[in-house]
């Protein structure tokens, strides 16, 4: 396994990232290509196929880790043996981060009591019942459910849905650097490359086949999110967007979004929390049926 061999995941890459995770299906936000191609513009992460298995490695000048491989369990087991070989060359010990309990359990399997595993609770996924989250039906989403329909009565015959197309695309990414302005996006690093990343999102939203929705009030736009199937029965928001000014935009985009574009699938990942003691609550509050753990694998001192 050489160096050379990795690249940064670009657009013509799609088709291939994509059949990977298609065969080799996780819940996990990060197993789309659009997540990957999106998110190598802010962080050192490269792909390629080694040992007929998919492989992301995470490098700069300060470290070497590996995502679990995509792909069949024996190509999956070799290839762990040539990003083992590559840390080793390269003088950083072995490490794999987004691991999942399924994937722990794989490496269990083969190479019995020779890895650890830390989960890492900030970068769990948060899932939800997609017919939850749009009824918001019973004692604990009452809250939710209250704000919802104040919403509809303050901005009665004033709001609208509709998915974003072609038609609308523009006007998103217009309140989306109006949001950016808002927000002080140009202070925090964490929330700039949040930025660059929903621009690119709505600059590439075709080409990347997105889904989209999209909330007005007086014909304006106040929110917007985006997201895609990750597997067969989960849909993963990956973006979301409303102005603070409009009490209840947030709640509603996502009701509304789900109500429209998630009734085919049984539930919705809203992506981790980062660690972010506000998003946590608000994610939390929203009742998650389960979490997505996920955590960074080191090898046992022998």
């Given at each position: 396994m050489e160096e050379a061999q990795f690249k940064r995941a670009e657009l013509e890459d799609k088709e291939i990232i994509t059949h990977y995770f298609e065969h080799h299906t996780s819940r996990s936000c990060e197993r789309t290509f659009v997540n990957v191609f999106l998110w190598s513009r802010q962080y050192p992460v490269k792909w390629a196929v080694i040992e007929n298995a998919l492989v992301f490695k995470s490098e700069d000048g300060t470290h070497v880790s590996f995502a679990f491989p995509a792909g069949e369990e024996e190509d999956v087991k070799r290839a762990i043996g040539q990003m083992k070989e590559y840390s080793e060359r390269k003088g950083y010990p072995f490490s794999?981060?987004?691991?999942?309990?399924?994937?722990?359990?794989?490496?269990?399997?083969?190479?019995?009591?020779?890895?650890?595993?830390?989960?890492?609770?900030?970068?769990?996924?948060?899932?939800?019942?997609?017919?939850?989250?749009?009824?918001?039906?019973?004692?604990?989403?009452?809250?939710?459910?209250?704000?919802?329909?104040?919403?509809?009565?303050?901005?009665?015959?004033?709001?609208?849905?509709?998915?974003i197309s072609a038609d609308n695309v523009e006007e998103c990414f217009q309140m989306a650097l109006k949001w950016r302005n808002d927000n002080g996006c140009e202070e925090d690093a964490e929330k700039n490359a949040e930025m660059c990343v929903t621009l690119n999102a709505l600059r590439l939203f075709?080409?990347?086949?997105?889904?989209?929705?999209?909330?007005?009030?007086?014909?304006?736009?106040?929110?917007?999110?985006?997201?895609?199937?990750?597997?067969?029965?989960?849909?993963?928001?990956?973006?979301?967007?409303?102005?603070?000014?409009?009490?209840?935009?947030?709640?509603?985009?996502?009701?509304?979004?789900?109500?429209?574009?998630?009734?085919?699938?049984?539930?919705?990942?809203?992506?981790?929390?980062?660690?972010?003691?506000?998003?946590?609550?608000?994610?939390?509050?929203?009742?998650?049926?389960?979490?997505?753990?996920?955590?960074?694998?080191?090898?046992k001192e022998r």
């Open positions: 794999m981060y987004n691991v999942t309990p399924d994937n722990f359990e794989m490496l269990e399997k083969w190479f019995p009591g020779r890895f650890q595993i830390e989960y890492i609770r900030d970068d769990a996924d948060y899932v939800y019942e997609s017919e939850k989250l749009s009824a918001l039906s019973g004692k604990k989403l009452h809250s939710k459910r209250n704000h919802v329909n104040k919403f509809k009565a303050v901005y009665e015959n004033r709001w609208s849905y509709e998915p075709e080409e990347l086949e997105l889904t989209g929705g999209i909330l007005r009030v007086d014909g304006e736009i106040v929110a917007f999110t985006i997201g895609e199937p990750v597997s067969s029965d989960t849909f993963v928001v990956h973006i979301e967007k409303a102005y603070a000014g409009i009490p209840g935009a947030y709640n509603m985009i996502n009701q509304q979004f789900v109500e429209h574009e998630c009734k085919n699938y049984t539930y919705v990942n809203r992506e981790e929390d980062t660690g972010a003691e506000g998003l946590r609550k608000a994610k939390l509050s929203y009742r998650p049926v389960f979490l997505v753990e996920k955590g960074y694998v080191t090898e």
